[in-house]
């Protein structure tokens, strides 16, 4: 089940610059993207979310970005802290209903 | 804030033994969902449960698998007869729609 594609396992950034990390999708009956935080042996947690009939969505340092043509979207982090780093889950839904997981991103913020 | 707990954080079992995992989803919620993740893949879903049925499953929820809310507050997951490749995380979730909360998983470890 290839629907939500992470296709970067790990990513590695410079504390105070931006992270970005990207997701794709291929079926376009989805109409509500999340994004999980998790750390190893905990649950994810929810970070922000974007309904399909937004392209943008900020919270805080958090801003989802969503493209429908292109059926990608993508989670930037600015400024990133070491506290951020963790894996990162794109996750998508239809009608609400059950989720969907990409794969994970390893991010690693260096101070 | 509001929290999904889970118990136990960790249970092994016998290969054929019978496990119930048990979740408190957040208490206002309606919408209760069970998902695994066997080690090194994608979280995936199990089964939703709404209204006192379950709404959804997917083709891992086999007849080895059931799901019931008892109390009104407790909201179990039920493996009559464990295999090897049951051992995973097995995290619940809760939801008022359309976001998901999870809580922090069991680990289940099947000998």
């Known amino acids: 089940d290839q629907q939500v594609k992470q296709n970067s396992p790990s990513l590695s950034v410079q504390e105070g610059r931006i992270s970005i990390l990207n997701c794709d999708y291929t079926?376009?009956?989805?109409?509500?993207f999340l994004w999980y935080k998790k750390y190893p042996a905990e649950g994810p947690t929810f970070l922000i979310s974007?309904?399909?009939?937004?392209d943008k969505n900020e919270d805080g340092r958090f801003t989802v970005f969503l493209n429908k043509s292109a059926k990608h979207l993508s989670l930037h982090i600015v400024p990133s802290q070491p506290g951020d780093s963790a894996v990162y889950f794109c996750?998508?839904?239809?009608?609400?209903?059950?989720?969907?997981f990409g794969a994970g991103t390893i991010l690693r913020v260096k101070s | 804030e509001p929290e999904v707990t889970q118990t136990p954080s960790h249970q092994v079992t016998q290969m054929g033994q019978e496990v119930i995992l048990r979740c408190v989803p957040i208490?206002?919620?309606?919408?209760f969902y069970w998902y695994r993740q066997i080690l090194g893949q994608k979280v995936e879903f199990l089964v939703s449960?709404?209204?006192?049925?379950?709404?959804?499953k997917s083709e891992i929820f086999d007849d080895q698998f059931s799901v019931e809310r008892p109390d009104g507050s407790n909201f179990t997951l039920k493996i009559r007869s464990t295999k090897l490749e049951d051992s995973a995380m097995y995290f619940c979730?809760?939801?008022?729609?359309?976001?998901?909360?999870f809580g922090p998983g069991t680990r289940l470890t099947v000998l």
């Open positions: 979730a809760s939801s008022g729609a359309p976001l998901q909360f």
């Open positions: 079926n376009s009956m989805f109409d509500y």
């Open positions: 974007i309904s399909s009939i937004k």
């Open positions: 996750a998508a839904s239809q009608y609400g209903n059950k989720l969907v």
């Open positions: 208490s206002n919620h309606l919408y």
């Open positions: 449960f709404y209204n006192n049925e379950i709404s959804e």
